[in-house]
């Protein structure tokens, strides 16, 4: 049994976003929090999801950025190189910076943190090392981890996590998946120069999203040079005498390459947390099943953020964090508004999103108008690139409410962050219409569409 010393009104385990927010938070409301976290503070978003990729991100846009100089009359004396271990240690350095600020707020918040696994050894109680530690609440915040499919030689693939440490960048490597995950490093690859392949055994990436979005990324990948394969599956990963691995993909077909990346999904980080002694329930997928305050079917136990298996996004994350500090340190049950979340997939070009898609506003409003602008961009006019922007809002006919605001396009995830606010407050599409334009930009697209597609 653990001493007084070890017992404490909130135990968090898994010191990332949402854990961190939830534990400063329900500190600063008076309760006696410690956190428990086994690889680094800020979770997954801080050090191997979030930030790192979006540095790349930014790392990838350079080569595009090249060729359109040449457009603007600069002239590259020689061809312009990438050295990946600059690029690798300037993030690494970057990283190191953020995780340690969130050590340093969590200290000067008064939370105690125990570093190691968490393992539950009863409702109220968990094992930290050799130490037991009691709380009268206890919130799993432990996030996910990628999948790695049964597929015969998966061994001889990487997964995210392994892309920000890779000693060396590879000349070619298929990226498999179709999710927001696939799509980002197949834009950071390719931009980077690497011979870069998609394999996805669906039609169109971004299932879930805006048909027409859907069609513009992909249209879009492929005019930048990447390999798409639709409607392919891979069978097998063999190795070659060489060392590349051999994808034997369905069709009879094979595809050598330097690297393989599977980003098929991520599933709930619960291995080893010994869910079972404290009695809380799971899915079929491992999530554990939470209600709308984020409360387990074990009172005095809540989960939030990727282990619950809903969305698995930063913001989604701390905000529930915030929900329950606010449960448990001001006894306020809260719950989380999980509507109109905007959501941004960093691929070349980006994708952003916030409301209704137009399959989900039909299947919900009798009467739905679409508005919709496809076109080339000016910054691209000059450098001659092929890549298209998308812009679309989704409308309730009867009311004029814009019910979704949708764009492919460069800045689109700082553009729909404004629109959300839009969106979220219920204007209508003449409300939009009635406000000026910021020209020339992409975004007075927004403003300026007048037409419904079919009219």
Request: glycine share 12%.
């Amino acid at each position: 049994m653990a001493s007084n010393n070890n017992s404490y009104d909130l135990i968090v385990i898994g010191g990332g976003s949402g854990g961190v927010r939830a534990a400063r938070m329900a500190a600063g409301y008076g309760a006696r929090v410690a956190i428990v976290e086994r690889q680094f503070w800020g979770g997954t978003c801080v050090n191997i999801g979030c930030v790192p990729k979006k540095l790349f991100v930014y790392g990838a846009e350079f080569g595009d950025a090249f060729l359109d100089a040449q457009g603007y009359g600069w002239e590259l004396s020689a061809p312009p190189t990438l050295n990946w271990t600059t690029l690798r240690h300037n993030k690494d350095q970057e990283i190191a910076r953020l995780s340690g600020i969130y050590e340093r707020l969590l200290a000067e918040a008064g939370v105690e943190r125990l570093w190691g696994d968490a393992t539950f050894t009863g409702a109220n109680e968990v094992r930290v090392g050799q130490q037991h530690h009691r709380a009268q609440d206890i919130l799993v915040a432990t996030g996910g981890v990628p999948y790695r499919p049964p597929t015969p030689g998966i061994e001889h693939a990487l997964v995210s996590d392994d892309v920000f440490s890779l000693p060396e960048l590879p000349q070619s490597i298929a990226v498999v998946g179709g999710g927001y995950i696939a799509m980002e490093f197949v834009g950071i690859f390719a931009g980077l120069g690497v011979d870069t392949h998609l394999i996805y055994r669906r039609d169109l990436p971004l299932r879930g999203f805006d048909e027409d979005l859907r069609r513009c990324l992909a249209e879009d990948l492929q005019k930048s040079g990447v390999h798409c394969h639709f409607e392919t599956d891979i069978r097998e990963i063999s190795l070659a005498d060489a060392g590349q691995r051999v994808l034997h993909l369905t069709g009879d077909t094979t595809l050598p390459v330097d690297a393989v990346m599977f980003a098929t999904g991520r599933q709930p980080a619960t291995l080893g947390l010994g869910l079972e002694h404290a009695g809380v329930a799971v899915n079929a997928n491992g999530a554990i099943e939470v209600d709308a305050y984020h409360r387990t079917n074990v009172a005095g136990i809540y989960a939030i953020g990727d282990v619950t298996g809903g969305h698995q996004l930063t913001p989604v994350a701390l905000a529930q964090g915030m929900a329950v500090a606010r449960t448990i340190g001001l006894k306020q049950p809260t719950r989380t508004d999980l509507q109109q979340i905007p959501t941004a997939v960093f691929s070349r070009p980006p994708l952003a999103t916030v409301g209704l898609t137009e399959a989900e506003a039909r299947t919900q409003y009798p009467d739905v108008r679409v508005f919709r602008s496809q076109f080339t961009p000016l910054k691209m006019t000059l450098s001659r690139r092929s890549e298209q922007a998308l812009v679309k809002l989704v409308v309730d006919g009867t009311t004029d409410r814009v019910l979704g605001a949708h764009m492919v396009g460069e800045h689109g995830a700082e553009i729909i962050q404004g629109l959300a606010v839009a969106v979220n407050a219920g204007l209508t599409k003449a409300q939009f219409d009635a406000t000026l334009g910021i020209h020339p930009t992409a975004a007075e697209e927004f403003v300026t569409l007048r037409t419904p597609v079919g009219d």
